[in-house]
């Protein structure tokens, strides 16, 4: 405790001490328009005559240094609806060609070439929106949170319009945002405003208010100031129906059953309580539309993370899934309607989330689950957490998690599980800092109150050419988050049986990053990375020590090369192939790995990335080789094929085993409301192959209808297991 406590002082110390960088903001007034604004791309209507134009670029990439060499100007009003934004794309040259990889929308903005509005309506320089549109009006939105340190979150959908008109020398674009589809202070009269230009075809990222290259488009510290003449209007009555429909056959065919079918229904409301605090609803959800987890190999002794994917759980995410972090976190969405990989019927979910003030921002959420038989008990799952702003864009947290089984008789308090923290998050008026510092206990019947809690620290350091980072985590053996992930808190022990451990763990960085001009190379990174585990009584159990040089291409290509070397103590015999090989035995063991990774300019129709690898592991040696090719046809098509092979030779007395996985994709978008997309996967390591494809056609804006087929087979026969097809149907419903 005494250690935390340090830690989190030097960290509070440390954001009240920092000061603003001393780059000068820029800003740009907006007024109420009494003309008609028509979204058709040309911003030479009348409506746009007499309002104020915003401009000079300033390039982010490659260099951060001039101005943009392809100018952007803009201007901006409303009216009593929306937010209207107007956009003049100038090209450096004469050609009409635009980098386009898909008509999809929340398109990858890295791989196309765009332009992305981004607003901080309570301008707290923590939360914000993203609204980005492609030269061929494609469509991508995104909630911004964490200040935007780390980039956006695309999973967030939301209802708003744009048009875009192409010309020889550039293009513009016109974009009308509802105010219901914010959230926003209605007594603020300044929000943060920024516009960054992605000109892939000229290799050229600019920004209205300039940002430093090593930071993320949507870092909110490096916002402008958008000045209000009056407060934003407020929305009025705001809410969303989203009734949907299921139809679907399935069938296990491993366990000889016979073919099922299922109608179901069920639907979403999104309800304004206020312009800045919103109640979300569900009854009776449905997901067979999300994508499929993509496999990995997996050669740790712990359990991978797979992100969410559900829209329910996905919407004001960072509020509630952000607490602790890494590998320790309380609340997990994913624990809830899954067990073991397969789904639990989820009843019924509400979650109040948003802002009460300038400050204050809350989130609630109660979800209960049904059972299954008398293997899987209903329950109930309830998050509430809280943030508090302090010191500019840091913040101090509280959350609270209960799991709790429930039966006819109501809740039943002998089967539980309840984890309460608090979290302080550093974020410093220049970007350049960044930590958090937390404390978390669990609660569980008839538990050891010993070594029943976790913590942890971190602080990381950015500017132009150096990042410093550090962290230490503590877990004790009984601290138990089972509505959260904290995969290293057990290990597998003898006959498989998971015994749960005490662990400690330390993890420094230090990477340099040295910048070349009038090359063909950007820049060269080079890092020193460790991350040392310890149990209870500090004997260490891992070790990582890396060392690695990338060098980074004007073009968006990439070389690299590393050296990791691992010490490992094994506290129990294990099949470290997870194959069925001989365990090995429970000691020490030191090996080393050399590898070489790259990537091709993604900007080309053919893009290749992958990485070679040799070294030791464990008793043996281990080759890895493992790659991504993909060809495009823009912006209607993507062929994709994933490998990966791994081959392990741990001597005479424990065998060997080649591990393969490949994944062939295909992603096609005949128009902007039509979609394919499908994937197979074979893995050798769990003996399946899956097949998904989805038919996407959304028939008016956020509404869909979804055909979903998926097929898994038991590996290397191909023999059957089971199959479904699901014809899904929503339909967004506003006032």
């Known amino acids: 405790m005494m250690r935390l406590s340090a830690a989190l002082l030097s960290l509070l110390l440390i954001s009240g001490t920092i000061k603003a960088s001393e780059t000068r903001i820029k800003s740009y007034r907006i007024a109420k328009t009494a003309a008609t604004i028509r979204i058709d791309g040309n911003i030479n209507d009348q409506g746009w005559q007499n309002t104020e134009t915003g401009g000079e670029f300033k390039q982010t990439f490659p260099f951060d240094s001039s101005l943009a060499v392809s100018q952007t100007t803009f201007k901006l009003c409303y009216d009593a609806a929306f937010l209207y934004i107007a956009i003049s794309c100038n090209n450096r040259d004469t050609l009409s060609t635009y980098v386009s990889q898909t008509l999809r929308r929340d398109f990858d903005e890295e791989l196309n070439d765009g332009i992305q509005v981004i607003l901080d309506p309570f301008n707290d320089q923590y939360n914000g929106f993203s609204f980005l549109v492609s030269p061929y009006n494609v469509q991508s939105e995104g909630l911004i949170t964490g200040g935007g340190t780390y980039g956006q979150t695309n999973n967030w959908d939301n209802r708003w319009y744009s048009a875009v008109e192409r010309t020889k020398t550039g293009w513009s674009a016109e974009i009308a945002i509802p105010f219901k589809s914010i959230r926003f202070n209605p007594n603020a009269n300044t929000w943060g405003l920024n516009l960054a230009r992605i000109d892939l075809r000229n290799n050229e990222i600019s920004c209205w208010n300039p940002i430093p290259r090593t930071f993320s488009l949507t870092s909110l510290a490096f916002t402008g100031k958008l000045f209000w003449d009056n407060p934003a209007p407020q929305a009025g009555l705001n809410y969303s129906l989203i009734p949907y429909g299921v139809a679907e056959v399935n069938q296990n065919q491993e366990a000889d059953e016979d073919v099922k079918q299922r109608l179901t229904a069920g639907g979403d409301a999104k309800i304004a309580v206020s312009s800045s605090l919103n109640l979300d609803v569900t009854i009776n959800p449905d997901f067979s539309q999300a994508d499929?987890?993509?496999?990995?190999?997996?050669?740790?002794?712990?359990?991978?993370?797979?992100?969410?994917?559900?829209?329910?759980?996905?919407?004001?995410?960072?509020?509630?899934?952000?607490?602790?972090?890494?590998?320790?976190?309380?609340?997990?969405?994913?624990?809830?309607?899954?067990?073991?990989?397969?789904?639990?019927?989820?009843?019924?979910?509400?979650?109040?989330?948003?802002?009460?003030?300038?400050?204050?921002?809350?989130?609630?959420?109660?979800?209960?689950?049904?059972?299954?038989?008398?293997?899987?008990?209903?329950?109930?799952?309830?998050?509430?957490?809280?943030?508090?702003?302090?010191?500019?864009?840091?913040?101090?947290?509280?959350?609270?998690?209960?799991?709790?089984?429930?039966?006819?008789?109501?809740?039943?308090?002998?089967?539980?599980?309840?984890?309460?923290?608090?979290?302080?998050?550093?974020?410093?008026?220049?970007?350049?800092?960044?930590?958090?510092?937390?404390?978390?206990?669990?609660?569980?019947?008839?538990?050891?109150?010993?070594?029943?809690?976790?913590?942890?620290?971190?602080?990381?350091?950015?500017?132009?050419?150096?990042?410093?980072?550090?962290?230490?985590?503590?877990?004790?053996?009984?601290?138990?988050?089972?509505?959260?992930?904290?995969?290293?808190?057990?290990?597998?022990?003898?006959?498989?049986?998971?015994?749960?451990?005490?662990?400690?763990?330390?993890?420094?960085?230090?990477?340099?990053?040295?910048?070349?001009?009038?090359?063909?190379?950007?820049?060269?990174?080079?890092?020193?990375?460790?991350?040392?585990?310890?149990?209870?009584?500090?004997?260490?159990?891992?070790?990582?020590?890396?060392?690695?040089?990338?060098?980074?291409?004007?073009?968006?290509?990439?070389?690299?090369?590393?050296?990791?070397?691992?010490?490992?103590?094994?506290?129990?015999?294990?099949?470290?192939?997870?194959?069925?090989?001989?365990?090995?035995?429970?000691?020490?063991?030191?090996?080393?790995?050399?590898?070489?990774?790259?990537r091709t300019d993604v900007r080309k129709k053919v893009n290749v990335s992958g990485a070679i690898s040799y070294g030791g592991f464990y008793t043996g040696t281990k080759q890895s080789v493992n790659g991504n090719l993909q060809f495009r046809l823009p912006p209607y098509a993507i062929l994709g094929v994933n490998y990966s092979r791994d081959a392990l030779n741990l001597g005479s007395d424990f065998g060997s085993a080649t591990l393969n996985l490949i994944g062939p994709s295909l992603d096609l978008s005949f128009s902007r409301s039509l979609f394919l997309s499908s994937v197979v996967q074979y893995n050798d390591q769990n003996s399946n192959m899956n097949v998904f494809a989805r038919l996407q056609w959304r028939f008016k804006p956020m509404s869909d209808i979804f055909l979903v087929f998926t097929n898994n087979y038991q590996t290397p026969q191909l023999t059957a297991r089971n199959w479904a097809l699901v014809l899904k149907a929503s339909l967004w419903i506003t006032p």
């Open 292 to 598: 499929v987890d993509r496999q990995v190999t997996n050669l740790t002794r712990f359990s991978l993370f797979f992100p969410e994917r559900r829209q329910f759980f996905l919407e004001n995410s960072d509020l509630f899934g952000q607490f602790g972090f890494s590998k320790i976190r309380p609340f997990f969405s994913r624990q809830i309607g899954l067990r073991n990989g397969q789904r639990v019927p989820i009843q019924f979910g509400a979650r109040l989330s948003g802002k009460l003030d300038q400050n204050w921002r809350i989130g609630f959420m109660n979800v209960q689950t049904g059972g299954q038989g008398d293997e899987i008990a209903p329950e109930n799952f309830t998050v509430a957490c809280f943030q508090r702003q302090v010191n500019g864009r840091s913040n101090i947290g509280g959350i609270f998690v209960n799991r709790q089984e429930t039966g006819k008789s109501g809740l039943l308090a002998t089967s539980f599980n309840r984890v309460a923290g608090l979290d302080y998050k550093l974020a410093s008026r220049n970007g350049k800092w960044n930590g958090i510092a937390f404390f978390h206990k669990s609660f569980n019947p008839g538990g050891n109150r010993r070594e029943d809690y976790a913590h942890a620290s971190f602080l990381r350091y950015d500017d132009a050419n150096w990042s410093l980072m550090w962290n230490h985590e503590y877990v004790g053996k009984n601290y138990k988050a089972e509505t959260g992930f904290v995969p290293r808190r057990e290990q597998l022990g003898e006959n498989n049986l998971v015994v749960p451990m005490t662990y400690w763990r330390l993890e420094p960085e230090i990477a340099y990053r040295q910048y070349l001009t009038g090359s063909s190379v950007n820049r060269i990174e080079y890092n020193l990375y460790a991350s040392m585990y310890a149990d209870s009584v500090f004997q260490n159990t891992e070790q990582t020590y890396n060392a690695n040089i990338q060098v980074n291409y004007t073009n968006s290509a990439y070389l690299g090369a590393n050296y990791t070397l691992n010490r490992i103590r094994l506290v129990f015999p294990l099949d470290v192939t997870f194959t069925g090989l001989t365990p090995l035995p429970a000691t020490n063991y030191a090996f080393g790995e050399y590898s070489v990774y790259g």
